[in-house]
């Protein structure tokens, strides 16, 4: 196991969490982020838990329901980090055209035992027309 630990494992139950909470009820992600936090969303860099909860719960549908294709996770540094990076399709409210997105993660040991996001990076894949 590289990185003397589980990191696959950690990023396999982080991002079930992550997207059960997400489609459920988005204010329950702010446990997960801290003030140093960034959200790069569409283009849009938003720093800090309050400001990146608040644009995910801004986000102008009712229901989301988000479908892992992919999941790769690496460590990524000296401190204990994750590198995660998600592939998978998701449907909004009545849609019933998946939209193909990507998102990454730098997971963050909080020194509590559990993980927080120190970056996440999120880009719809639109197809070439």
């Known amino acids: 196991?590289?990185?003397?630990?589980?990191?696959?494992?950690?990023a396999k139950e982080f991002v079930a969490f992550y997207y059960n909470t997400f489609d459920s009820g988005?204010?329950?992600?702010a446990t997960l982020y801290r003030d140093e936090s960034m959200l790069t969303f569409e283009n849009h860099a938003i720093q800090g838990a309050a400001g990146i909860v608040e644009k995910l719960v801004s986000l102008p549908f009712e229901k989301v329901r988000h479908e892992?294709?992919?999941?790769?996770?690496?460590?990524?540094?000296?401190?204990?980090?994750?590198?995660?990076?998600?592939?998978?399709?998701?449907?909004?409210?009545?849609?019933?055209?998946?939209?193909?997105?990507?998102q990454t993660f730098q997971l963050m040991p909080d020194g509590q035992g559990s993980y927080f996001v120190f970056n996440d990076v999120f880009r719809l894949i639109y197809s070439a027309a």
Do not use: C, W
Request: glycine content about 12%; overall charge negative; aromatic content about 6%.
């Open 1 to 10: 196991m590289a990185g003397g630990f589980d990191f696959q494992n950690i």
């Open 68 to 102: 892992i294709h992919t999941l790769d996770a690496q460590p990524s540094n000296q401190a204990g980090g994750i590198l995660v990076m998600v592939t998978g399709a998701l449907l909004v409210d009545e849609e019933q055209k998946p939209m193909n997105y990507t």
């Open 26 to 29: 988005r204010q329950g992600l």
